[in-house]
């Protein structure tokens, strides 16, 4: 267990539907990301934010939308999803979000987009 | 930009052999290099952290090693064994951003 928490594990949407991945941090933690990771690429950073705050935004496309009501919870908001949106959605959080501090991840959300 | 680049793609080896999986950076202006260990469908274990100013880090049967300066990085794991086989991912803490920058990993298989 590394103190990151995600719900669902598992998710199968259409394209139309509008769902919500959750994100929970028991560590202190004041930044926390979110990171995409698709078949047979590298994975790559969507959102960070601290303290509640976004600071980096690594061009996301608008169907998905971040929320980070308070530094334990992160939520990604899903709608019109298109199928190359499938892929495993990783939450991780770091004590603060300046690049020197070690990132601890949760075991991901498996997205499949019909 | 940085990018990092794992080799090789995938790995098979029979238990008791040791080995050696290489991760290389094209920016050596990083905070520090972190492996992981991720299995099928699941999240990203951290094994070891690397300081920029370290040269080696080593937990177990594990030993990382960091050289900024030619932008490389080793894991050597000894007396693989069946439970080792799993992806292993290597990524930078980049001084650029915010965020980590990851190869596309090692496949590991260890067979028994």
């Known amino acids: 267990e590394t103190g990151v928490t995600q719900t669902p594990r598992h998710l199968v949407m259409g394209m139309t539907n509008k769902k919500s991945l959750k994100c929970e941090q028991h560590l202190g933690h004041n930044a926390m990301y979110w990171y995409k990771q698709s078949a047979k690429k590298p994975l790559e950073l969507m959102f960070v934010y601290s303290l509640e705050e976004r600071v980096e935004n690594n061009s996301v496309p608008s169907r998905f939308s971040p929320e980070c009501p308070n530094s334990s919870h992160l939520f990604l908001h899903l709608h019109t999803l298109q199928p190359e949106d499938s892929a495993l959605y990783l939450c991780?959080?770091?004590?603060?979000?300046?690049?020197?501090?070690?990132?601890?991840f949760g075991p991901g959300t498996r997205l499949t987009v019909l | 930009k940085q990018e990092v680049t794992q080799i090789p793609a995938a790995l098979s080896v029979p238990e008791g052999e040791n080995l050696v999986l290489n991760c290389s950076f094209t920016d050596s202006a990083i905070y520090n290099l972190q492996w992981f260990r991720q299995d099928p469908g699941k999240g990203l274990t951290s094994l070891l952290l690397i300081q920029s100013s370290q040269r080696e880090q080593t937990s177990g049967r594990l030993n990382a090693s960091l050289d900024k300066s030619s932008g490389r990085s080793t894991l050597y794991i000894a007396a693989s064994q069946p439970g080792d086989s799993a992806t292993y991912l290597c990524?930078?803490?980049?001084?650029?951003?915010?965020?980590?920058?990851f190869g596309k990993g090692t496949t590991l298989s260890v067979s028994s």
């Open positions: 990524a930078v803490n980049d001084q650029a951003g915010t965020a980590l920058i």
């Open positions: 991780a959080s770091s004590v603060r979000p300046t690049g020197n501090d070690e990132q601890f």
